[in-house]
C-alpha cells in the first residue's frame, strides 16, 4: 500500500500500484495525464475468491464535512457531479446535479436535476425526485420497440400500490406552483390530461399538449364531470308558424330560436348534421293547434338519413281547445354527415293547423351525442 500525505498525486500512464491511501485536511486528487492517449482509471482486483470485490470509495468523515462526489467535466465549463449532499444537511440524499462552469458539486442546490432521498437502509427504497424533463426513448435502429414507463410493485401485501404520483407546489411559497398534468403527442395531434389549477383544481382532459385549447372532458373537485365538446343542442319555436297542415301537407318544423348549440352542428333552422358517426339522443316535443273534428290523424316523425321514427295518435280526441301536444324521443345511429329533422302531418281536414309556440315552449328540438 502507497500512502500520500500531500494534496495532489501525479500518475504516469501505465503505472501499477497498490491500495493508495490519501491523508489531509483538504481538498485532495490524484491527478492522470496523457496528452496523446485516452486516460483511464482502471481499478482491477484479479482474485477469483468470494468476495474480492473491486470499488471506488469516496468518503468524508461526519455530517460537518463536505460532500463525497465525483465530477464530469468538458473542459472549463458545464460539468455534472453525482454525490451526497452532506454540506446541504442532507446526508441520506444523493443528488445529480449540472454546473455552466467547473464548480459543480451536491451543494449547488439551484441546479439539481434528480435526487434519491428517503432512503430505507434495509430495504434501499427510496423517492426519486426529478427537476428537469425526462424522456423515455428508443433511438437509433430499434424500429417496432416499444418505450414503456412500468411502475411494478412485486409486493403481495394488502396496501402494496403501483402509482404515479405528480404533484406540484401548493402556491404558498414562490410563483404559486403550475399544473399538473400527462402529456401524449403523436406524429399530428397532442392530449394533456390533469389538473388545472388556474380553474378551481378541476380535473381536465384536453386537446392540447401544454395543457391548453379545449378542454374534451371536465371534473370537479366534487365530482360533476362534463363535455364541453361533445355535440349537444336544443332549439325552440318562439313564434307560431300558422296553417302549415291539416290536409296531409308533411311540414318540415323551422324553429326560430336557438337556446344552445354546443359544437355548431345545429343550423339554426330544421337541421342537425352528425359530426361523427355514433348515437344520437334526440327529444321532439310538438304543440299544434286550430284543430277541427276533421282532423283525425296526426303524424309527428324524427327523420333521419337511415330510417325515420313516427308516431300516429287522433289529435281531435286528444285535443282541448282545439290543441294537442305530444314527445317523442328515440337513440338513433347515424353516420358522420347525417341529418335529422323534425316533422308533423295532420290529415282528413284542411290547410288550418298551426304549430304552437311561446314562452312555455311548446314546440321544442333537442339531441346529443350519446355514445
Known sequence: MAGFNNDVVFAQAGMRIGDITITTGEEASIQFSDPGDDVALLINNTSNSGGSDARNSIRVEGTN????????????SD?????????????????????????????????QIMRFSGVDPITGRSSVTIRSSLAV?????????????????????AGSDARINIQVSNGVLGGG?????????GPADSYSLGVDKTDGNNWKLNDNGIFSGNTIIQSTPSGEVTFPLTPCFLARRD?????????????TVVYDQEVFDQGGDFDGISTFTAPVTGRYLFIFGCSIGGLTSSHTE????????????EITINPFALSSGGNVGQVTSILADMD?????????????????????SGSSNFTYFSGKLEA
Open 137 to 157: 426513448a428508443s433511438e437509433g435502429v430499434m424500429n417496432g420497440v416499444a418505450v414503456d414507463i412500468n411502475p411494478q410493485n412485486v409486493e403481495t401485501d
Open 177 to 185: 406552483g403550475g399544473n399538473a398534468y400527462l402529456t401524449w403527442t
Open 298 to 309: 296526426e303524424r309527428i316523425r324524427l327523420n333521419t338519413s337511415n330510417r325515420s321514427f
Open 79 to 111: 460539468s455534472f457531479s453525482i454525490g451526497i449532499g452532506n454540506s446541504l444537511a442532507l446526508p441520506d440524499v444523493l443528488i445529480f446535479n449540472y454546473n455552466d462552469d467547473g464548480d459543480c458539486s451536491p451543494s449547488n442546490n439551484t441546479n
Open 65 to 76: 464535512a463536505g460532500d463525497p462526489y465525483q465530477r464530469f467535466q468538458v473542459g472549463a
Open 239 to 251: 313564434t307560431p308558424d300558422n296553417n302549415v297542415t291539416g290536409d296531409g301537407t308533411t311540414y
Open 336 to 356: 358522420a354527415a347525417d341529418t335529422c329533422q323534425t316533422r308533423v302531418a295532420v290529415s282528413n281536414g284542411t290547410l288550418v293547423v298551426d304549430i304552437r
